[in-house]
Structure formats: structure tokens, C-alpha cells
């Protein structure tokens, strides 16, 4: 639980769990339906992930109160329908149908819980070495710690001696006890870890859909943690004497404590470190507080969630009491996603912003928007290292420190004709992209979305042509990409490729475009896809990009 102070500090509320499993153990709860209620709608205004494994616990206790007979149907199903309303009421406060038919992500059978997890101390222990494991596995950190690893063994002596009949109480929970081995194998995922190695149980498409509800899978053992712990315990406790159980209880805890220190320590050093009244920014220049009293709006171009700039978009944001899409939010609707990157896109192209928004870019967008820039009004600038566009800003004639307005030079490297250069991950091509393309991957870049375009800064030089290399999105079910390029917004060609098509595109440059003497020597290469398509959509894998035609290098003569 600690651990989650350095990220995710909603997860925090590990009382929440801790309590069901109390609740569903104690065989005299009274005002069930209170109770269960408060926790379940506490549960659901702190984390999503929460709410569902109160919720199994709590499911877990009301049918084995049933089938013990010790609660009648009509009380039964009368309690499990006001928990129900009630929180329903409380996700509709908090959001959780606001994003539509998102509630799925990826990453189920990556955030998984390892085999090791228990004894893995990834950090934690000056004692115990720490295990292999995958990258994801960080999200089932289970860890007992020593000193719960030293009461074990004491607790396995008593369990063997078969006196304390541990196994006799825990048949009283039999529906309890299905739940929680459901939540252990659901942590493990189907992609199951032993140190370094996987072994992939293959599993319907449709589960899982439904199991990237809740990706990090490895967060679901958490009951069964704590159960764990009730259990050693438990074991201790009445196996012992009470002095000896005193001793146990006390070396166990000051074993955990000061051999989990390895962890703990820098957390607690963080969070003991001289209080400030103040939030540190990045954003100095008096231009901000200018641009705070002009502006009621922030926006990140492109938006997205979670996005490189969001964090001190957001903390400028709610500096100034600034409305702000600038969000690191657990899930989002993807269909809203797209109407704002496709909004923001119309917007950077057509050169026409909300004269109430701010608006911070990425570089890759930086290069649509000086092209349409209104140069009259609109100030596109760098400062402190973040591409700011101001509408309406020269009309404003507000004064502050010398601002650097951004040209196409300051961003776009010049080009040298017969060069070729790429557009993998690290190419020397990545700076030429323009607006529509998704991040660089190993091979290449894919397209995203239904248009696409390269801008270069030329020499002052004639040229005639450009040569790219291309991969084509193709699949037996999709077999086909129709294509229109366009220079400077004038159509020069259109091609359909298929799995016989060639690997490489080449585009006459028309005359009015050789002698490149005008718009600063630049030249725009614009790409209209009509077949671009999600491979989510056509059962390939769960990828949401709108693909079409990937760039692998390109050459200009």
C-alpha cells in the first residue's frame, strides 16, 4: 500500500478492502444494508478497482449468508437492490458513465501479479535479493515483507499440527474463499509469470474485452493478501501462548518495519521534506501571467489523455483558474478522444482557433499551425521551451518581455536534395512530420486518421520529385488503400496499392512547384486516405489507431 504513494494515491485506500473482508468474516453484523452501502459507495468515489473487489467480497458474503439460511431471499435481494441504486447514484456522480462504452483498455496479461510476487521485495528489503520479472509485473506487487515471511513459518508449524483446525474455519466461508481464488487467478492473468518466464493460456477475444475492464490484473490480489495476513495471524494467535504469540507478533513487526525501510524510507523522506505555500512551474515568463488574464481556456494540441505536455499545461491551469482539457485521467471515451483531436486538427489546418483558449502544441503540430498561422492577429511562440499559440493576441497589443515567434526554419531542418532519410524510431525524417501521424515505431510511422502530411524546408533550388517508401495497412479483410497526394494542396496523384503493389511511391513535382521561391521554401506532401481503418475494427488486435499507410524513408530530387 505504501508503495503507491510515488504514483496512483487513490489506491491508497487498501482500508476499504480490509474492512469487506472484516464485515464478511464478523457472523454478527448488524445494519448489513447500512454498512455494506457506506463501504460500497466510499469504495466508488475513490478507485474503480476498489469498488470491484468490495464489491465480490461483499456479493461473496451475501450469498453464503443465504445459503446458510441466516438471511431470507426477500431480505436478500431487498439489500442487494439498494446497494445497487445507491451506487449507481454515486458512479453517476463520480463519472463513470460519462465515457461511453470505454470502460475497457489494454494491457491484461502485462500488469499482471508474477508467481514470485510474494516473496519478491523489488526494492523493499536490505536482506532478501530481488527476483526477475517482466516490466508490467510491477503491478502485482505483493510483497510480504520479512517479517510477515518469519510468521509464516510458525504459522505453517501450527497449521501441519492440525490443532488450531484452520481448515474447519475457513470451510465456513466456502463462497468467500471461491471469490478469492477467482481474484488470484484473475491477478495472474493469462499471461502467466515464473520470474522471466511466460506461459500464455490463449483466451476467447470476448474475454478479453472484458477482462481489460480492470488491465492491471495484479491489483486483484490484494484480498487475498490481506487474507493471508488474517490467516498467519490467526494461526499464531491461537496455536501460542500468549506471551510467545506477544513475542511472535512483536519480532515479526519490527523485522517488516526496519527491513522494509528499504523502501519506505525514500517515500517517508519525500513526504517529510519542508512544505511549500507555492506549486513549482516550469512556466516563468511574464507572458503567462498576461496570457492568464486574456484566456479563460487551456488546450493541448493534440489532446489527448495523459499526453507529454499535460502536467505543466494542467499545474499553469490551475495556477490561474484556468478551465483545461490538460488530463491524467484512468479511462476516457475514445469516441470523444477522436471528435477532439479531429476538432483540433480542423482547427490547426483551417488556421481558426477559440479566441477564449490558450493553446499549447507539440512540435509535430507546430508545423500545420505555422502554415495556417494568421501572422495578423495570432502569435505562434516558444516560451520557456513550450510552442504557445495566443489568438488574437497582436489585437490585444499587450506588452511583456521580448517574445521569440516561431518560423518554419526554427523547427523544420533544411533539406538535402538526393538524401534519403527515415522515419523509424530515432529518423532523421521525424521532424518533417506534419499533422496525422501516429508515434514512430522500430520500422516506421503509420498514418492516424483519414489525412496526412509531410512539410519540408527546401533549398534554394529547382527539384523535380520525391521518392517514399511506404507499407500499406493491408489485411485479407481490408485488401486495399486508396490513396490522393497532393503538393501544396494541388492533386498530383492517386494510386490504389494492394499486396502487389510496389513498396515505393513516386511523385512528379509539378512545374509551378520546382522553382521552390515562395511560402519561405517550403513544400507541403498531403496524404488523403479513404480507407483508413482501425485494426481493432477488423479483428486483428485491440490497436484504435485509424491506419492506412505506414512511411519508411522518402527522398527528395
Not at 496479461?109 to 508467481?115: A, Q
Not at 504459522?155 to 468467500?176: C, E, H, M, Q, W
Not at 488556421?351 to 508545423?367: M, W
Not at 526554419?409 to 521532424?431: N, Q, V
Request: with cysteine; net charge positive.
Amino acid at each position: 500500500m505504501i508503495w503507491r504513494l510515488n504514483s496512483h494515491e487513490s489506491l491508497l485506500g487498501h482500508f476499504l478492502i480490509i474492512a469487506a473482508l472484516y464485515y464478511s468474516l464478523n457472523t454478527n453484523l448488524t445494519k448489513r444494508k447500512t454498512i455494506w452501502s457506506l463501504l460500497l459507495v466510499g469504495s466508488s468515489l475513490v478507485h474503480a478497482y476498489l469498488l470491484a473487489m468490495v464489491a465480490l467480497i461483499w456479493l461473496s458474503d451475501l450469498v453464503g449468508l443465504k445459503i446458510k439460511h441466516r438471511l431470507t431471499i426477500r431480505n436478500a435481494i431487498l439489500e442487494l437492490i439498494v446497494v445497487f441504486i445507491l451506487v449507481c447514484i454515486a458512479c453517476w456522480q463520480a463519472g463513470y458513465f460519462t465515457i461511453g462504452n470505454s470502460f475497457a483498455s489494454g494491457g491484461y496479461g502485462y500488469f499482471r501479479m508474477n508467481m514470485f510476487s510474494l516473496i519478491d521485495p523489488s526494492g523493499w528489503s536490505y536482506i532478501l535479493s530481488d527476483l526477475p520479472e517482466s516490466p508490467g509485473d510491477y503491478e502485482g506487487f505483493n510483497y510480504l515483507g520479512l517479517g510477515m515471511i518469519v510468521l509464516s513459518i510458525f504459522a505453517v508449524a501450527i497449521a501441519v499440527d492440525g490443532k488450531v483446525g484452520v481448515s474447519k474455519s475457513i470451510r465456513k466461508y466456502p463462497i468467500l474463499l471461491f471469490v478469492l481464488a477467482v481474484l488470484a487467478l484473475f491477478s495472474v492473468s493469462c499471461n502467466i509469470g515464473i520470474g522471466m518466464v511466460d506461459y500464455k493460456i490463449h483466451l476467447p477475444k470476448v474475454m478479453i474485452i472484458f477482462a481489460n475492464i480492470f488491465r492491471a490484473s495484479g491489483r486483484m490480489f490484494w484480498p487475498v493478501f490481506y487474507m493471508l495476513y488474517f490467516v498467519v495471524i490467526f494461526l499464531v494467535v491461537r496455536g501460542h501462548p500468549k506471551k510467545t504469540v506477544m513475542f511472535l507478533l512483536v519480532l515479526a513487526l519490527v523485522i517488516q518495519i526496519s527491513d522494509t525501510r528499504a523502501g519506505w524510507k525514500g517515500i517517508r523522506d519525500k513526504y517529510m521534506s519542508s512544505p511549500t505555500s507555492t506549486i513549482h512551474n516550469s512556466l516563468t515568463d511574464p507572458f503567462w501571467g498576461l496570457a492568464a488574464s486574456k484566456y479563460t481556456k487551456v488546450r493541448i494540441i493534440p489532446p489527448g489523455n495523459a499526453v507529454k505536455l499535460w502536467l505543466p499545461v494542467a499545474a499553469y491551469a490551475g495556477t490561474h483558474g484556468l478551465a483545461t482539457d490538460a488530463t491524467y485521467l484512468g479511462r476516457v471515451s475514445s469516441s470523444a478522444v477522436i471528435d477532439a483531436q479531429k476538432k483540433a486538427s480542423e482547427a490547426i489546418t483551417a488556421g481558426k482557433y477559440e479566441h477564449s483558449s490558450l493553446y499549447f502544441l507539440d512540435k509535430g503540430s507546430v508545423r500545420t499551425a505555422l502554415l495556417n498561422l494568421n501572422a495578423e492577429n495570432d502569435l505562434l511562440a516558444l516560451v520557456d521551451d513550450m510552442y504557445v499559440l495566443a489568438p488574437r493576441w497582436k489585437k490585444y497589443a499587450l506588452t511583456a518581455t521580448p517574445i521569440h515567434e516561431v518560423i518554419m526554419s526554427d523547427i523544420l531542418p533544411l533539406i538535402k536534395l538526393g538524401e534519403t532519410f527515415s522515419f523509424i524510431r530515432g529518423g532523421t525524417g521525424l521532424d518533417y512530420l506534419g499533422c496525422g501521424w501516429s508515434g514512430p515505431e522500430p520500422w516506421g510511422t503509420w498514418s492516424d486518421g483519414s489525412n496526412a502530411c509531410l512539410i519540408f524546408h527546401l533549398p534554394k533550388k529547382t527539384v523535380s520529385s520525391i521518392s517514399i517508401q511506404v507499407a500499406p495497412f493491408l489485411s485479407k479483410i481490408h485488401p486495399k488503400q486508396d490513396v490522393e497526394l497532393f503538393i501544396n494542396d494541388f492533386l498530383v496523384k492517386k494510386i490504389t496499392m494492394t499486396a502487389n503493389s510496389a513498396s515505393v511511391i513516386e511523385v512528379k513535382i509539378p512545374e509551378r512547384f520546382r522553382s521552390i521561391g515562395l511560402n519561405d521554401h517550403l513544400l507541403t506532401l498531403g496524404f488523403k486516405f479513404a480507407d483508413s481503418v482501425r485494426p481493432k475494427d477488423i479483428g486483428i488486435n485491440d490497436d484504435s489507431r485509424r491506419l492506412a499507410l505506414g512511411i519508411i524513408s522518402c527522398t527528395i530530387y
